[in-house]
């Protein structure tokens, strides 16, 4: 494929050729992006692309300038640009890590490269598919399970204090990204793994005192795919974006589990 010249890149080359003066430049980076449309293609490829970036400029910011000025082809899914939405995750140089959550100024490298985060069905290029991922979130019941609604409950609401919100609040800041997922050598090696992420979410409710269902949560867990086949590596936690740590609430589930917590 031609390479194409930025825009801007362009325009700083034609006023310095005019001009003979050195033209002050923004930093240029070159995002080094695996290419791959499973429904077309043979093997995967990388393409390179030379951006002008500022130090403010998001990976995701860079990346949307790619598409827009040099190949509208490249898929990549966002939504929030806020690290909020968890659509964006991919791997930067290596690590599963938020587009939108990560500066080009605080990689230290004038070559970025994009891939798709491991551990998942490639979609296309950079996009991959959650749809295990929400299977096994779906099977953990990530609700509160409780007979006594809000509504017959005389106050409106379930009443909780601070000591009890402390036991899992860490653990509701999940937004679904998958970077966990993508980290974890066990999922690597058993695609039908649980996987850290509804792990953390199976202890996010388990821990909640206004929920009734650690029972059938736990015997979710509890087999062969399940909560054992955690091997502790702990990449989990060091990924996440929102300072869940995985690791640790499958520890305390397993505590549930050996009858050292009730
Ligand atoms: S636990 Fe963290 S890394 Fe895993 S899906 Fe949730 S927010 Fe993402
Ligand atoms: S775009 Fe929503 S988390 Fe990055």
């Known amino acids: 494929m031609e390479q194409k010249i930025h825009p801007k890149i362009k325009e700083y080359q034609e006023k310095q050729e005019e001009s003979k003066v050195e033209v002050p430049k923004a930093n240029l980076v070159t995002l080094k992006i695996k290419k791959y449309n499973p429904n077309k293609d043979s093997s995967s490829s990388y393409q390179n692309y030379q951006v002008p970036v500022e130090k403010w400029t998001t990976v995701l910011d860079a990346l949307l300038d790619v598409k827009q000025n040099l190949d509208h082809s490249i898929g990549v899914r966002y939504s929030c640009r806020q690290a909020a939405c968890g659509s964006c995750g991919m791997k930067i140089n290596g690590k599963p890590k938020l587009a939108c959550f990560t500066k080009i100024s605080e990689l230290d490298s004038t070559e ?48 909780q204090d601070p000591k009890h919100v402390e036991e899992y609040i860490q653990f509701a800041g999940c937004i679904k990204c998958g970077l966990c997922n993508s980290a974890c050598p066990t999922m690597a090696m058993d695609s039908s793994f649980v996987g850290p992420q ?27 795919h399940g909560i054992w086949r955690c091997h502790f590596a702990g990449s989990c936690s060091q990924v996440c974006p929102k300072g869940v740590d995985p690791a640790m609430g499958i520890q305390l589930l397993r505590g549930y589990l050996l009858g050292f917590r009730d």
């Open 112 to 159: 970025i490269t994009l891939e798709p985060m491991d551990n998942f069905p490639i979609t296309r290029d950079l996009v991959v598919d959650f749809s295990r991922l929400f299977a096994n979130h779906k099977k953990i019941m990530p609700y509160i399970m409780n007979n006594e609604s809000e509504i017959s409950n005389g106050t409106k609401e379930f009443l």
């Open 198 to 224: 509804a792990l953390a979410q199976a202890y996010r409710y388990v821990a909640d005192n206004r929920d009734k269902g650690k029972d059938n949560r736990l015997k979710v867990i509890d087999e062969s």
